[in-house]
Each structure stands twice: as C-alpha cells, then as structure tokens.
C-alpha cells in the first residue's frame, strides 16, 4: 500500500470516529469506545488520530458538543440550560456553563439573549 493510500484511510478513519462522537454527544466518549469502533488498539488509535487530526479527540468532542449545544440553546429557547447540559452529556449545568464560557467568552444565558436580540433585529429589519 502506497503512503497516499494509508493516509486516505486513515482520513476515512478520523472523519468515521468523529461520526461516531456526532452520535453519541449525550453519552461519556471514552477512548476505548472510539478504539474499539475503529478496530485498533487505544494506543494505535490515539496516535493515528492525533497525526491526522489537527485537534486532540478531548479539543474535538468539547468543541463539538459546545457548538451543538450553542445551536440548540438558540432554536429551543424554552428549554433549561440544565436540560441543554444533560443532553450534551454534562453532569450539571455549572459544568456546561464552565466549559461553554471558557470556549466561546460569554455565558450559555447571555449567549441565548444574544441570539434572541440578534433574531429579533432581524427580523424587525423585514
């Protein structure tokens, strides 16, 4: 197999992991679950992911779940911060919301009156 051959399968393999994570964001995303989806040993599978990668799996699933709790505090306005942050596989919503202003700089609640202040302008533009 030719080197180009291996670092295609191996970009298969990242863009399959994070598949993964996509999918089971509520649930604890081990290293060993991730290793075992791909077939590999946790140790073979850490550095395949980390040379292909441009961030590490804990920088991808904290980012990815902060984003996709970002998008569900703006759309679903009448749920809980603590709800938002069970879903997304927080403990508790001072974790979420820790974690939520170290990523994006401001409070998950300040973020959500954002979003709405901004939508309202918007749509007091039409």
Known sequence: MTKDMSSQNYQRLINKTEDYIEQHLGDPILL????????LSEFHFHRIYSKYST???????????????????TVNTSISLTEIALNYGYNDASTFSRAFKRYFKISPS???KQQELTRDSLQNMK
């Open 32 to 39: 060993k679950d991730l290793a075992s989806n791909a077939h």
């Open 55 to 73: 961030e590490t799996l804990n920088e991808f699933v904290t980012r990815f779940k902060l984003e996709r709790a970002a998008i569900y505090l």
């Open 110 to 112: 300040n973020y959500r």
